[in-house]
């Protein structure tokens, strides 16, 4: 039971530099999330995927990318990294809007 | 769009005591409505949901949240507290499928 699964779990980034965060569920969900955690602030919505094929801006969108790949796989790029982006990084999925949303392990980030 | 406010950072209460975590959201219509507790270096468990029907939710680990429209709340409640339940907890909102998180109520448990 793999769940929601992201990597990798540990980065270093030097300033300026890209990289993709990659999620994947197994368990046949339409919507997938990307989230960010830090301290005293709770976790913020980056982006959200409702389906596939389509994308939508959350709470802190700036300086991210996503591509909902297919049904299964919900990617996170960041094009180029700055220290604010220093963070812990939480994909989830869900069936639908209502229903219990699981998450990954997370993907611990830092920017130097 | 919606938000959540968790107004209590952190929280302390003795063992055996009872605990009241505040939720308060903002919008429109009536939301689906959790309650996610996370303990340290670990991904986020789901505590209990309401969706609509009987305002009382019962969930895991001797939880209940109780909605109150006419107040915006979905404040979390156990009876007595155990040394477990040391974590953090997150109210969280979904509507249609924008889902948002309060920024926690750390919780700690004294002996």
């Known amino acids: 039971n793999a769940g929601v699964t992201q990597t990798p779990k540990f980065q270093v980034l030097k300033t300026g530099q890209s990289m993709t965060l990659q999620c994947a569920q197994d368990m046949n969900h339409n919507s997938m999330y990307w989230y960010r955690q830090d301290p005293g602030m709770g976790l913020r919505l980056i982006y959200y995927s409702a389906s596939e094929g389509t994308t939508d801006k959350g709470e802190v969108p700036n300086g991210y990318n996503v591509s909902r790949l297919n049904k299964r796989e919900f990617s996170l790029r960041l094009e180029s990294a700055a220290p604010s982006q220093t963070s812990v990084y939480f994909c989830?999925?869900?069936?639908?809007?209502?229903?219990?949303?699981?998450f990954g392990e997370g993907s611990w980030l830092t920017v130097v | 769009a919606q938000s959540v406010t968790q107004p209590d950072i952190h929280i302390t209460v003795s063992e055996g005591a009872s605990l009241e975590l505040r939720c308060n959201y903002s919008?429109?219509?009536?939301?689906?409505l959790f309650w996610y507790v996370q303990s340290p270096g670990q991904g986020l468990q789901l505590l209990l949901k309401?969706?609509?029907?009987?305002?009382l939710v019962q969930g895991i680990k001797g939880f209940e949240a109780e909605f109150k429209r006419s107040q915006s709340s979905f404040n979390l409640r156990k009876p007595s507290v155990h040394w477990s339940d040391a974590a953090e907890y997150f109210c969280a909102v979904d509507s249609n499928n924008d889902m948002r998180f309060g920024a926690g109520t750390r919780l700690t448990v004294k002996p």
């Open positions: 309401y969706f609509s029907g009987d305002t």
């Open positions: 989830a999925s869900q069936a639908y809007s209502g229903n219990t949303i699981y």
């Open positions: 919008y429109g219509a009536t939301p689906y």
